[in-house]
Structure formats: C-alpha cells, structure tokens
C-alpha cells in the first residue's frame, strides 16, 4: 500500500514569515494529493489539493508543488498568520482511499 | 449542502455497551469513510463503502460493525469495546472513490470507553 511521510512533526515561525511543509510517497499510482488543516477539537478541513497532472497549484496566501519523478509534494504558506496555527495534514489517493501523512503541528507566534 | 453531520458528537460507553455512531450527508457522494483519530496522530482507515458496498475494512476487530442502509447514511455499530478503542471516529464522504475528489469530513464523535 501507500505510504505517506511527512517533514517535520513541529514547525514554529514568526507572523509574516513563511512556512514549508513537506511530503513524500511511495506508490506511483497516487493521482490526488490534499492537504488537511485540523483545529484543535475540530474536523480535518480542506484547503488546498493538487493532482498528478500539475506542478503546481496557489490560492492567495497557500501553494502547494508537486514533484512526481521524485515523489514529493510540498505545502507553502507565506505571510503566515496566528489562525494559520493548527495541525496540517498531507494525503495521496491512488483509488478508494487517502493515505494521510503523520502531520505537522505549525505554531504561528505573533 | 456540504456538510457532513455525525451524531453524537460525544458518547461514553461501558465495555459491555451497544451503541451505534450515525453518519449522514446530502451532497450525493458514493464513497463514505468511516476513520479513528487518537489524539496528534492522522486520521486512520477504518472502513470504505462505495456505492453503499463495503470495498475496503482495514482489519479492523469485530467489535465494529459497519453498515451503510443507504446512499446518505454511514452508521457504525459498537460493542465491547475496550478503553483503547477511545478515540475521534470521523466520518467522511466523498464523490466517488479518492481519485481527484476532496474528502469532505464530519465533526466527529469523541469516545470513551471506560
């Protein structure tokens, strides 16, 4: 099956400053690629995807990159903002499942 | 409509309870999901209906039962369960299958077996 790692567990960055969040995979069928914020006590919510057959996807503040020869897909937020905390989530989809990665806790200090 | 609802949205349970977790949405996806969350972990699988067919159960123990009685309604059903099974359960939904389509999730139901 697929397996999803995610770099690293914990990241803190000053407000404004930008924050990276990388993952890697292991099964070249994987043809979707979301990332899942998840508040404290709160479901996992969508905020941005990428599928296989683009590199690269932005939404205002968010972008994500997708390297398929080398099987990885980042996670770039940039002017990073308090309600930016939370954990996020990596996943890859070959079919009738998501695989998630291990997530990342990012701390936004103002 | 995209919403995902679970009820409840806590529940205690003894280890000799029967309890049953309820899923429903009304955005016409095939694919619904059933995971379990321990705290700082990811999500993980548990069971998948697609097309009201169960296609995938991740070795999960007998003591969860899933059923899907139709197109909008996941249930879950508990029994004997024990303090470890405490966790998250989240529902999710989506279009039809993982391929290219975003897993809408529920709130969950955040249980304690004691």
């Known amino acids: 099956g697929e397996n999803v790692e995610q770099h690293p567990s914990t990241l803190s960055v000053q407000e404004g400053d930008s924050a990276v969040i990388k993952c890697t995979y292991s099964?070249?069928?994987?043809?979707?690629f979301p990332w899942y914020k998840q508040e404290l006590g709160k479901r996992p919510q969508l905020i941005i995807d990428?599928?296989?057959?683009?590199g690269e996807k932005k939404d205002q503040r968010i972008a994500v990159t997708l390297n398929k020869t080398a099987k990885h897909f980042s996670l770039h937020i940039t002017e990073t903002q308090p309600e930016d905390s939370a954990v996020y989530f990596c996943?890859?989809?070959?079919?009738?499942?998501?695989?998630f990665g291990t997530g990342t806790s990012l701390t936004v200090i103002p | 409509d995209t919403e995902v609802t679970q009820t409840p949205k806590h529940l205690v349970m003894g280890m000799t309870n029967k309890k049953s977790l309820k899923c429903e949405q009304h955005?016409?996806?095939?694919?619904m999901y059933w995971y379990k969350q321990k705290a700082k972990k990811p999500p993980e699988l548990m069971f998948v209906?697609?097309?009201?067919?169960?296609?995938i159960n991740e070795s999960v123990p007998s003591r969860f039962s899933p059923e899907c009685p139709n197109s909008s309604l996941l249930n879950l059903h508990l029994h004997a369960l024990q303090p470890e099974d405490s966790a998250l359960y989240l529902c999710?939904?989506?279009?039809?299958?993982?391929?290219?389509?975003?897993?809408?999730f529920g709130q969950g139901t955040r249980l304690t077996v004691v």
């Open positions: 990428i599928r296989s057959n683009v």
């Open positions: 999710a939904s989506s279009l039809e299958g993982g391929s290219y389509t975003e897993a809408f």
């Open positions: 955005m016409g996806h095939r694919a």
């Open positions: 996943a890859a989809t070959t079919g009738n499942q998501f695989y």
């Open positions: 099964d070249s069928a994987s043809n979707y």
């Open positions: 209906y697609s097309y009201e067919k169960l296609s």
